[in-house]
């Protein structure tokens, strides 16, 4: 297969998706940060980047909107290469959990937060970089994120103080986590990292290059910046594929099979490693805040491209093997 028709048809793969997912109404934009409350319900648009640099959109692809929770797994990755996995995991866990993203609670045994993507393990991260990066720890993080992204992140303002005046469950586990040990700096610093680090504008086209980026082993496909280290990808994307979803992660390894985290935003990045990065975008949500046609848009890329890490026929192998050559590094 040539590389122009394996672009054909991976284009062919998300318009199909985005056709059959365009009329579906179902689920709502999240309220509870009043700002976001505001977002048109029905924006919906999807992208894909191939770690040999083919780019595909479709829809509302690169209107913008705020990051949330898709930030955790690269703040994980930059935490990692800054501290070691060492450091890490003495402050966050890495084993999956069945409780809400925003629990305040902690693994009864370790007395640290289950895993980074949810909400305590991200706060934990956001302190570690804080104690170590101190008032340069967000700007580190855009700084690094925007690698990722082959784009310039600038903080949505509005979004930003919207979350800081409603964000007292997150200032509660942050206090839980300094009662802990987990970090020693004042909390109020560390949740304002990371109500920052949620507040960044993004797009689907965006979150598909960081995806990519993971994909190629931390390195950018678009503009060849190295971003992360071999080892940080390798933990990030394990934790991806069995927390990314929350109390929901069994059913999307079941269902996609691919390493993945969703936002509140409407966001979803997910990763077909050493091949492929998808970024998707859509305001509805489910009752576990994922993004409903995201979700399901991910589902029939998977089924149509065979995707699923554990799909026994592989059926888009010689797509992906086109558009995305490994090099003799495996890089």
Not at 33 to 58: K, Q, S
Not at 189 to 217: E, S
Request: proline letters at 5%; charged letters at 20%; a neutral charge.
């Amino acid at each position: 297969m040539t590389s122009r028709a394996g672009a054909a048809l991976l284009q062919r793969a998300l318009d199909h998706a985005h056709a059959q997912l365009a009329d579906q109404t179902s689920g709502a934009v999240a309220n509870y940060i009043p700002a976001l409350a505001a977002m048109p319900p029905d924006l919906f648009g999807l992208a894909a980047l191939t770690r040999g640099g083919t780019l595909v959109e479709v829809g509302d692809s690169r209107h913008p909107f705020t990051i949330q929770s898709v930030s955790k797994p690269f703040a994980y990755a930059l935490a990692l290469d800054l501290l070691g996995r060492r450091v890490v995991r003495q402050g966050v866990g890495v084993q999956p959990v069945g409780d809400p993203f925003n629990s305040i609670e902690l693994n009864p045994q370790t007395r640290r937060p289950f895993n980074p993507m949810i909400n305590a393990g991200a706060i934990a991260v956001a302190g570690l970089l804080t104690e170590a990066l101190g008032d340069q720890a967000f700007e580190s993080l855009r700084a690094r994120l925007s690698l990722a992204a082959g784009a310039t992140l600038m903080l949505d303002e509005e979004v930003y103080r919207s979350e800081a005046e409603t964000g007292d469950r997150n200032r509660a586990i942050a206090y839980l986590l300094r009662a802990a040990g987990t970090f020693h700096c004042h909390p109020d610093r560390v949740v304002d990292t990371y109500f920052r680090q949620c507040a960044l504008r993004v797009t689907a086209r965006d979150l598909a290059v960081m995806g990519g980026t993971l994909a190629a082993i931390g390195t950018n496909p678009l503009t060849g910046a190295e971003v992360f280290g071999v080892d940080a990808v390798r933990d990030t994307l394990a934790v991806m594929f069995t927390c990314g979803f929350y109390d929901g992660a069994g059913d999307w390894a079941c269902r996609v099979g691919l390493p993945a985290k969703s936002g509140v935003g409407g966001g979803i990045v997910a990763v077909v490693n050493r091949q492929l990065g998808i970024g998707t975008f859509s305001p509805r949500l489910d009752a576990h805040g994922n993004p409903l046609r995201g979700m399901r848009a991910c589902e029939l890329l998977s089924e149509d491209l065979g995707l699923h890490a554990f799909d026994a026929t592989n059926t888009g192998s010689r797509l992906l093997d086109a558009l995305s050559p490994v090099g003799a590094d495996g890089r």
